[in-house]
């Protein structure tokens, strides 16, 4: 399987951003968010002169992305996991084939740190992570405003 790794070291054009949201967007299901928040978590994953900068890798299946993660750095090392996995989606026609596994374990590869990631309690993908050794050590709560 052949990954393509996204940093912010590279010169990613609008149209491969766009590529990468349109597919999160696409396959997240009922567990994404809007078009703009994946877009906007790109652009943090690619920058390092503002933010703290990530990474983002792909796979391809005949010219279409067939897997995406979006991993961003949080800047909070010692007290806070360093990364943060904030979009994994696998093309529905590849799930339970071991793409997922195949990313998760890249994103371990190019993470430097610890990774968290939030996982709603009926999405499927939360057995994957636990197989892999997440745990659950937090109940997450938020103030919208």
């Known amino acids: ?85 904030v979009y994994i989606a696998v093309d529905k026609q590849f799930r339970g084939k071991g793409l997922g596994k195949s990313l998760m374990k890249k994103t371990f590869e190019l993470a430097e740190g610890s990774i968290k990631l939030h996982v709603e309690p009926e999405n499927p993908a939360r057995y994957l992570y636990e197989k892999l050794g997440f745990t659950s050590k937090y109940l997450e709560m938020r103030l919208n405003r």
């Not at 940093?7 to 054009?13: C, Q």
């Not at 792909?58 to 992305?65: A, L, P």
């Open 1 to 85: 399987m052949e990954f393509t790794v996204l940093t912010p070291k590279d010169n990613v054009s609008e149209k491969e951003k766009k590529e990468v949201a349109d597919f999160l967007y696409e396959h997240l299901d009922q567990f994404g968010d809007e078009h703009q928040a994946i877009m906007k978590c790109i652009d943090f994953a690619l920058d390092d002169q503002k933010k703290f900068g990530g990474f983002v890798v792909y796979t391809r299946e005949d010219q279409q992305i067939s897997g995406a993660v979006i991993v961003n750095k949080t800047g909070m090392q010692g007290y806070i996991p360093e990364n943060i996995l």
